[in-house]
C-alpha cells in the first residue's frame, strides 16, 4: 500500500493550509480518533471512527474533512 | 464540509483572518450549511455585515456582500431589502456591532418585521478592538475597559429582540453548531424578521482576560451551561441565572414589512383606477 | 393641462428626483427639509418606487446606500442636525463610490439653532463633513425651477461619476413657492451609472482599466461582489497600506476634481467690464443679482458670479474673475465659508471681502449695495 | 406690471396663508406672471401674528422676499401695529375694521373694511381670507379677476366653492365702493 | 522614584488628562485610540472619576457634555468613523458652551479606511464638520510629552473660553512609544471655567456683560438656569431670528477668533534666513524637522514652522512667514487639507506646494528633501 | 395646582408654545405634581430632554434643565447622573425622541439600570415637525409620511423597556392625570431606570389626520381603551389589541448603576490600601 | 356684594392670559359646574362644584384653579 | 551616539514587540538616552512576520521611525527574507540560525546565532526575545547591560526573573563568542 492509499483509506483529511492547530476537533471527537500533532492533528485511531462529522462541524478553521462512508469502505 | 466550502465560500480568501479557535469559523461553517439546507439561490443571497471580526465573514462569502460601517448593517440590509424584495438577505453581526452601536436599528428593523435573517455571533466582547467588554459581557467579568470587574449588566438579546417585534427568535451556540445550523435555515425559511443568537468563543481576549481557558474549554463551558428551552421553562428565574437558554425562543407569523409596502402600493393603484 | 404651477422648492426637489428616476427613498423627518420627504411619500408608490421613514438620519443614509446598490437610483433629505449625522456613511458611499443623493435644506445652525429659518453655513461641512480625504459634488439652486433641474443633474452626476452628490438649498429655496414651469418626461436628458459589459467571472468591481469610473452591477444580479469601507484593490477586497490604497484614494477624488470644468455649472451677469464682482450662491444669489442690477442702474460696474456647483470649488472661475476685477464680494448667509475658498483661489490678484448675515434673515440688497459702495 | 410686493397679515387661524398662495397662483398659474409667495415656518407661527408675503412682477423676479410691501392687508391689530411700519411709503394699507380699531397713522393710503363681518354676511367668517383677496386684487388690479377666481376654486374644499365664490365677490364689491 | 518613562502617546494622553483635572471620561473603543480608554478606566477610579463606556460615540459625546454641566472636566476619544458621529453633539456643546475634550487619533480614511495606519485627513473635518458656524480649538502634538502637554492646554482652553477643544493626534503619535519625563503633580498650571460670583437670583449663564466668555454655575449647585442648542438670550432661553441670535453667533465664534495669537502655539526652527519654509504639524512635522536639518548640512536654507494650534489657524504666522521666504511646503498625510489655509493666508505672497501621502505611511524626509531640491 | 405651578415651574415663560387642547400640558402637570409629592429639592434636580413638542417641557421648568439633541436625552443624562450621582434626573421625551432615534440609549440606560426616570411623551406622531409617523403610531394610521396609511407596526414601549432592563415600568395616559402623577412619582423613589410611559394627545396633527377629533374626542378615546393591568391580565393577546394597558407594568429591585460604580471604586481602593 | 367678591366665592378660577380655549376642563367637569365661554370657560353652576380639581389636573395650560373648600366657604 | 535604528523581526508569538520595548526603556529609563519604539497594528499583525522597532540616540529624535536599520535581527525565515533587504548597507544582520537556514547575500555584517535554542537550553524557548536583546546589546553596546537587565526585570512575570536573567546572559555570551 502506497502512502497515498494509506491517506486516502483515512477517514478525515487536514488541510494544513487552514488548520491553525486549535485542536478543538481533537477535543471533540467523541472517539478518540484524532490526537494533537505537530502542525495539524494526526490521526492516531483511524477504524474508531464514526463518520459522525462533528470534527467537521466544529473546526473554525474547514480544515477538516470526513470522507463519506462508502468512499472511506471502497 | 468541503463542498459546501467550495461552494458557498471564496476559498482563494482562506485561510480567514480568525484567531486560531475563534468561534466565529464554526458559526459562519452553520451559515453555510443553514444556507445549503434552505436551497437559496446564490445569486439571489445578499450578506450584509457591519465591523468587527465578525462582521468579516461576508468577505469569505460567494454572494453579494456588503461590509457597512459599525452597527448599520441591519440599516443597509433594510435598504436593500426594501428595494429588491426578491433577495434573501442575511445580517452577520457581532454583539457589539448589534447590540451596543447598533442596538436601534436591530430594534428597529425587528419593528418593522422585515424580512432579514439576522445572526449574531455573541463572543460578549469588542474582539476586533482587542477585548473591551460589550453589552453582551456578563456584569463582574473582565476587559481592557473594564479591569476591575465590568459593573454594566448585559442584555438577554433574544428577549429584546421579541418584545422590539421579531417574529422569529432563537439562540444557540458554537457548541451546539448542528443545532445552530438548523435553527437558522428555520430562520432563514421565516417570512419575517428573523433573529438567531449564535453564542461563540473569543479565545484570544475574552477567554484570556476571564481565565476560562483556550476555545476548548470555552466550548466546555457553553456545553455546561447550554440548556434547551422546553427544560428552562421548568426552572425559576434565579435557577436559570448564567444559563444559555437554546432552541426556537418565539415565533408568530405576521405580515412582512416588504410584503406590506407591495399590498399598499396595490390598494393605492387599485383606488386610483376605480377613480 | 396647466403648464405653469406654483411649488416649493422642496416639492421641486421631490418631482426633480422622481423626474430623474429616483425610485427609492429613505429619511426622516426636519425642519425645513421635511416637505421632500412628505411628497416622496405621496409620488414614490405611485411611480413604483419605495419610500420608508427610518429610525434616524444614519439608517436613512444606510437605507438609501444599500438600495443603490440594488440599481435603484435613490435619495435621502435632510437639514443640519440630520446631514451631521449622515457623514459617517456619506464617507462610506464615497469610498465604496455608491450613487446617492443627499439633500440638505439648510437652516440655522449650529446645533438645533434656529430651526425655521435660513442660513447657509453648513457649505464647509458638505465638503469636509466626513473623516479622511473623499470625493464630494455639491449643487446650490437658487430657483424652485432649479430644485428641479438641478436635482436631476445631481442624479446624473451621481450616476455617472459613482459619487454622493450633495443637493444644498437653504430655507428661502427651500420653502418658497414660486411659478415653475417643468419640462415634460420625455425632454429630461437622464444618465445611469456605468454597468458591467462583461460578465460575472471577468467582472472587477474597482478595476480602474476602463476609466477612472469603473462599472458597477447590481445585487442580485449574479456578480457576487464584495463591497467594503476598508480600502480596496480592484476586486474589492480588503488591502493595507501601500500603492494599491494610495492609487484607490486618488481615483476615488481624482475623478471629481479632474472633471472640475465640466462640473461645474454657473452663470455670470455682467461680468466683462466690471470692477466688482459679487460671488454668490443659493439664495442669496437672488439678492446679489438684484443688488448688482441696482448698482448698474447707478452706474456702478458690478457683475455677479453666480455659482450653481460649489464643489468641486471652481478655482479657475475664481482666478478669471480676480485678474478681470479689482473687487470680490462674496456674500452668504454665514460668518465667512465659500469666501476661505474664494480667497485661496483669488490668490491675492483681487482684493476679496466678505458679506455675512447670521441672524436668520436673508441678505437684503441694501446690504450688498452697501458695500458695494464702501470702498 | 413691474415688481409688485403684498403682504397679507392676520392671527395664525385667519388663512392668510392660504390667502397668499392662492394669490401667487392667480397670478403665476392663470395670469402667467411672476409669483414668488413666502411665509414665516416654527413655534411663533402657531399664535401672534402671521404673514403670508407676495411678490409679483411680469418681469423676472431676482429678491424673492418682501421687503417693504407696496400693499399690507391686516387682519388684527396685532398684526397691524407690527406690521405697518414697515409699509413702503406712499404705499396701500388695507385694514379689516372688524377687528382693527387702532389706525396707525403713517405715510400711505388707508383704507377700512369690515372684512371679517363681510365674510359672516357671505356665510361663514373663515372665508374672510377670500373677501380679502377679493379687496386687495379689487383695489390693485394685480391679477386680473378671471384668474383669482380660479385659483380660489382650485384651492378651496369641494362643496365650498359657491360660498367662497360669494365671498370673493363681496370683496370686490367693497372695493369698488371706495373706488367708484 | 523613576522619572524618565517609555510611554504611548495615547498613554500620555491619558495621563496628561489626569493632570489636567479630568475627572470623566465616556468613550467607545475605536482603533488607534482604544488605548486612551483603556488606561482612563483604569486611572480614573482610583482618582475619584468616572470612566463610562457607552453605547456608541454619539451617546459618549452626550455624556461627556452631560457630566460637563456637573463641573466635572470632561473628556471622549475617538478616531475617524467615530469622530464624524460625535459632530452633531460637539456643535451642542460648541454653542451651549459646554467645555469639552475630544481625542481624535487619526487614522486611514474615508470610511473605515486604513484602521491601523496613520494619517492627518480628518483636519478640515475638526474644523467643519458639525453644521452652521461655531467656535473649535484643535492642538496637533508632535512628541508623547506633547501629548501630555497639549491634553492640559486642551484642557485649560476648553475651561478659560468654554469651548470644545479637539486634541488631534495621529496613529504615529498616538502610538509610538518614546522617552517621556512627566512633571510632577504640582508643576502643572490649570485653569478652571469661570464660575458665578453673583447668587442665583441674578445669574444669568450668557450675558456677555462681564467678557465674552460667561461664568458658568454646575448643575445641581442652586442656580437652576436652562441650556438649549435652540438659539438663546442672555438668560438660555430661546429667542428666534435677530440681532440676538446674530450676537451670540458672534460672540460664541469671536470668543476664539478674537484669541488667535494667544491660543497659537508654534515652533519654529532656522526661518531667519530661510528660503524655504516647511509647515507641518503632528507626526510629519518631525519629518519636517529632520528633513530641514539635512537641507541645511547639505547648504540649503531650510526651515520650519510647526504648528501645535492649527485651529483658529494662524493666518498671522503664515503671512510673516510668507513674506520671509519664497517657497512655503506644506506637508501632511492627506491630499491636501491645511496647505487650503496656508495657501488662502499667504495670499500670493509666497509659492504654496503642497506634499501629500496618503497610502498609510508617514512621509519620509526623503520626500521632502526631494520637494525642498526640486525648483 | 396653581401653587404647585408657582413653586416648580418658570410662570414668566407661560403661556406655553403648545397647542390648544395639547396633552404635553396636562402631562408636565403630572410630573411637578409628582415632583411635589416626593419632595424632591429643587436644586438637586435635573430635567433633560431632547427635540420634539414635548422635550420643550424642560424650558417652563424651575430647575436645572437641559434641553439637547433629538433622541439624546438619556445619554446626557447618563453623563449628568454619573458624574453627580446625588442628583435627581429625570428625562422628558416625546414618542419620536425616544424611540424613534433615540432608541439605542433607550435600551442602553434601561439595560444599565441607571437611576434616571424617564417620561416619555408619547402622543403617536412627530409633533414638533408637523404630522409624520413615530414608531408609535399605529399600524393603518395616517401621517403626513404614511398619506396611504401606515405600514410599520408600532412597538410596546413598557415591554421593550423591560427586555432592555429596565426595573420599573409603568404606563397611563393624560386621562388618566392623578394615576399618572402616582405612577410616575413611584418611578422618581424607585432606585434604578424608571420608565413611564404617559399617552398623550396631539389635537393639531394626529387627531386631525386621523379625524379623531379635538382634544376632548382624544382623551375620550384614551378613557375608552384603557384598562388596569390587573384587568388585563385576564384578557387575551387578541382582546388587548388597540387597549391601553395601565399602572405599574413590572418592578424588580436590582443596583442602580453609579452605586455599582461606587462599589467598585470602594473595592478597588480597599485592595490598593490592604496591599 | 361686590364683583370682587362675587368673583372670590367663585370656587374656580381662569387665568385669562395662559387660557387657550380647549374646552377640556368643561367636558369633563363631572359635576357640570363649566360651559363654554367666549375666551375662557365661564362658570354656569357655581354651587355644584365638588371641588374635585379634575379640571384643574386636566387643563394643559395650568389656567384653572379651584380654590380650597375652605377658602371658598370664607 | 548618534541616532541608531534597530528592527527585530519574527513570528507574532516570539515576544519581539515586548523586547523591542525593553531595548527602548533600558536606554530611556536606566541609561538616560533618548528612544522610540514603533510597530504594526491591525490584523496583518496577527500572523506573518512581525516587527518592533527602536530608535535610539543621545541626541533628539526627531524622525521616529526606522527607515534603514543599523540592525536587524530576523528570528524566523520568513521576516529575515521580508526585511533583509531593507538593512542600512553596511549594516549588521543578527539572524537565529534555530529557524533562519538561507542567508540572504547582501552588503552586511552576518552573524548568525542559534538563539532559541539556547533559550531552550536557558530553560524555556519563550525567552528568546531576551537571549536575542543580549545579543543585538552584547554586540552593539547600544544600551549598557546593566540598563537592559533592569529593563528587563521591570517587564517580565514574576517568577520569572532568574529565568530571564540566565537567558540574558546566554545572550551576551553568545555576543562575545564573535568578538572575543
Ligand atoms: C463608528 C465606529 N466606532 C467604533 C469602531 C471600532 N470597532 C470596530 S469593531 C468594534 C467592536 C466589534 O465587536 P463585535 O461586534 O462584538 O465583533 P467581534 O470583533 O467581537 O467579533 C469596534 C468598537 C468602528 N470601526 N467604528
Ligand atoms: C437629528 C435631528 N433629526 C430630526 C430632527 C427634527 N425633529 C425635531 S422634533 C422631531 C420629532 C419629535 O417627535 P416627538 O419626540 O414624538 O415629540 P412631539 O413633537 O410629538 O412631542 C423631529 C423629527 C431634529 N431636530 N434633529
Ligand atoms: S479544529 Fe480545525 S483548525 Fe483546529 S486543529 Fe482541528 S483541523 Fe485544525
Ligand atoms: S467524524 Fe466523528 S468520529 Fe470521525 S474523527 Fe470526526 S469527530 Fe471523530
Ligand atoms: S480577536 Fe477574538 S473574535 Fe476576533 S478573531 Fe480573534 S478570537 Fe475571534
Ligand atoms: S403639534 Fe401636537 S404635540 Fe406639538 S404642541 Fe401642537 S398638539 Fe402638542
Ligand atoms: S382646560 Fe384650561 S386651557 Fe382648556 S379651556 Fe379649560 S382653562 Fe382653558
Ligand atoms: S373642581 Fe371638579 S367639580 Fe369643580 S369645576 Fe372643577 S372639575 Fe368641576
Ligand atoms: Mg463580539
Ligand atoms: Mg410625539
Not at chain 4, 418682501?66 to 388695507?94: F, H, N, W
Amino acid at each position: 500500500m502506497t502512502a497515498r492509499d494509506e491517506q486516502e483509506k483515512m477517514p478525515v483529511r487536514f488541510d494544513e493550509r487552514w488548520c491553525k492547530g486549535c485542536n478543538i476537533c481533537v477535543a471533540y471527537c467523541p472517539k478518540g480518533v484524532l490526537a494533537k500533532g505537530t502542525r495539524v492533528p494526526s490521526i492516531a485511531n483511524p477504524t474508531a471512527c464514526s463518520r459522525c462529522k462533528l470534527c467537521e462541524i466544529l473546526c473554525p478553521d474547514y480544515a477538516v474533512t470526513v470522507s463519506d462512508e462508502k468512499e472511506g469502505k471502497q | 464540509m468541503s463542498d459546501l466550502v467550495k461552494k458557498y465560500l471564496r476559498t482563494e480568501k482562506m485561510p480567514h483572518i480568525w484567531c486560531p479557535g475563534c468561534g466565529h469559523g464554526t458559526v459562519l461553517g452553520a451559515v453555510i450549511r443553514a444556507i445549503d439546507a434552505v436551497g437559496l439561490d446564490k445569486n439571489k443571497v445578499c450578506i450584509v455585515s457591519g465591523i468587527g471580526c465578525a462582521s468579516r465573514a461576508p468577505g469569505y462569502m460567494d454572494f453579494d456582500t456588503l461590509h457597512t460601517t459599525h452597527g448599520r448593517a441591519l440599516a443597509f440590509a433594510t435598504g436593500i431589502k426594501l428595494a429588491k424584495p426578491e433577495l434573501n438577505v442575511i445580517v452577520l453581526t457581532g454583539d457589539g456591532d448589534l447590540a451596543a452601536i447598533g442596538g436601534n436599528h436591530f430594534i428597529h428593523a425587528a419593528r418593522r418585521n422585515i424580512g432579514i435573517t439576522t445572526i449574531c455571533f455573541n463572543n460578549s466582547i469588542y474582539g476586533m478592538t482587542s477585548g473591551q467588554f460589550s453589552p453582551m459581557t456578563p456584569k463582574g467579568h473582565l476587559a481592557t475597559t473594564a479591569p476591575y470587574g465590568n459593573i454594566d449588566r448585559d442584555f438577554d438579546l433574544c428577549d429584546l429582540a421579541r418584545a422590539a417585534g421579531a417574529t422569529y427568535v432563537a439562540r444557540s451556540t458554537a457548541f451546539h453548531a448542528r443545532q445552530l445550523s438548523d435553527l437558522i435555515a428555520k430562520g432563514m425559511r421565516h417570512d419575517g424578521f428573523a433573529f438567531i443568537e449564535a453564542v461563540t468563543q473569543c479565545p484570544t481576549y475574552y477567554g484570556r482576560k476571564n481565565k476560562i481557558g483556550d476555545a476548548i474549554a470555552m466550548l466546555n463551558w457553553m456545553k455546561e451551561r447550554a440548556i434547551p428551552v422546553k427544560a428552562a421553562e421548568r426552572l425559576s428565574r434565579e435557577e436559570l441565572k448564567n444559563r444559555i437558554t437554546t432552541g426556537e425562543l418565539y415565533r408568530v407569523e405576521e405580515p412582512e414589512y416588504s410584503k406590506e409596502y407591495d399590498r399598499m402600493v396595490a390598494e393605492v393603484m387599485a383606488k386610483e383606477e376605480s377613480r | 393641462m396647466k403648464r405653469a404651477q406654483l411649488m416649493q422648492g422642496n416639492e421641486a426637489v421631490a418631482y426633480g428626483a422622481i423626474a430623474a428616476g429616483c425610485r427609492f427613498f429613505a429619511g426622516y423627518p426636519i425642519t425645513p427639509s421635511t416637505e421632500v420627504a412628505e411628497i416622496m411619500a405621496e409620488l414614490l408608490p405611485r411611480h413604483g418606487g419605495k419610500f420608508i421613514q427610518m429610525e434616524d438620519e444614519i439608517a436613512s443614509m444606510a437605507a438609501v446606500i444599500g438600495a443603490s446598490l440594488t440599481g435603484a437610483k435613490s435619495m435621502t433629505a435632510t437639514s443640519g442636525p440630520g446631514f451631521s449625522l449622515k457623514q459617517e456613511n456619506l464617507g462610506f458611499a464615497a469610498l465604496t463610490e455608491v450613487p446617492c443623493v443627499v439633500v440638505n435644506v439648510q437652516r440655522g445652525g449650529p446645533s438645533t439653532g434656529l430651526p425655521t429659518s435660513p442660513a447657509q453655513a453648513d457649505v464647509m461641512q458638505a465638503r469636509w463633513g466626513t473623516h479622511g480625504d473623499h470625493p464630494i459634488v455639491a449643487l446650490t439652486p437658487s430657483s424652485v425651477r432649479e430644485c428641479f433641474d438641478l436635482t436631476i443633474e445631481a442624479f446624473n452626476i451621481s450616476e455617472e461619476l459613482r459619487v454622493p452628490v450633495i443637493l444644498l438649498l437653504d430655507e428661502v429655496i427651500g420653502h418658497m413657492r414660486e411659478k415653475v414651469v417643468l419640462p415634460e418626461g420625455g425632454q429630461v436628458e437622464l444618465v445611469e451609472r456605468p454597468r458591467p459589459t462583461v460578465g460575472p467571472e471577468e467582472y472587477r468591481p474597482y478595476d480602474d482599466r476602463s476609466g477612472d469610473v469603473p462599472p458597477m452591477a447590481d445585487f442580485g444580479s449574479g456578480y457576487r461582489w464584495h463591497v467594503t469601507g476598508l480600502m480596496h484593490d480592484a476586486t474589492g477586497f480588503p488591502v493595507g497600506p501601500g500603492k494599491v490604497t494610495e492609487a484607490l484614494i486618488r481615483r476615488v477624488t481624482g475623478k471629481v476634481d479632474s472633471r472640475v470644468e465640466e462640473l461645474n455649472i454657473y452663470e455670470e451677469e455682467n461680468l466683462d467690464d466690471a470692477e466688482i464682482a459679487v460671488v454668490a450662491y443659493g439664495s442669496t444669489a437672488r439678492t446679489a443679482l438684484r443688488a448688482a442690477r441696482q448698482a448698474r442702474e447707478q452706474g456702478l460696474k458690478v457683475g455677479v458670479l453666480r455659482l450653481m456647483t460649489i464643489w468641486p470649488f471652481p478655482d479657475h472661475l475664481i482666478k478669471r474673475v480676480a485678474d478681470q476685477t479689482k473687487r470680490i464680494i462674496v456674500s452668504e448667509m454665514n460668518l465667512g465659508q465659500l469666501v476661505r475658498e474664494v480667497e485661496r483661489a483669488a490668490g491675492g490678484r483681487a482684493k476679496v471681502e466678505h458679506l455675512g448675515r447670521v441672524d436668520g434673515e436673508l441678505i437684503t440688497p441694501d446690504q450688498i449695495l452697501a458695500v458695494i459702495k464702501e470702498a | 406690471m413691474q415688481r409688485f410686493e403684498i403682504r397679507l397679515s392676520g392671527s395664525g387661524g385667519q388663512g392668510l396663508i392660504t390667502g397668499g398662495i392662492i394669490l401667487a397662483e392667480a397670478a403665476a398659474v392663470y395670469d402667467d406672471i411672476n409669483a414668488i409667495q413666502s411665509q414665516s415656518y416654527g413655534p411663533e407661527q402657531r399664535g401672534g401674528a402671521s404673514k403670508s408675503d407676495v411678490v409679483i412682477s411680469n418681469g423676472e423676479i431676482d429678491y424673492p422676499k418682501v421687503t417693504r410691501p407696496d400693499v399690507l392687508l391686516a387682519m388684527t391689530q396685532e398684526s397691524c401695529d407690527k406690521y405697518a411700519p414697515g409699509l413702503k411709503p406712499g404705499g396701500l394699507l388695507i385694514l379689516d375694521s372688524t377687528y382693527v380699531s387702532k389706525v396707525p397713522t403713517l405715510d400711505a393710503r388707508v383704507v377700512e373694511f369690515p372684512i371679517s363681518q363681510a365674510a359672516r354676511e357671505a356665510g361663514r367668517e373663515i372665508v374672510a381670507n377670500i373677501v380679502a383677496l377679493g379687496v386687495v386684487a379689487g383695489l390693485t388690479g394685480i391679477v386680473t379677476r378671471e384668474a383669482l377666481e380660479k385659483a380660489v376654486l382650485d384651492r378651496v374644499p369641494r362643496g365650498t366653492e359657491e360660498l367662497n365664490r360669494r365671498a370673493l365677490a363681496r370683496g370686490y364689491e367693497l372695493a369698488e365702493s371706495v373706488q367708484g
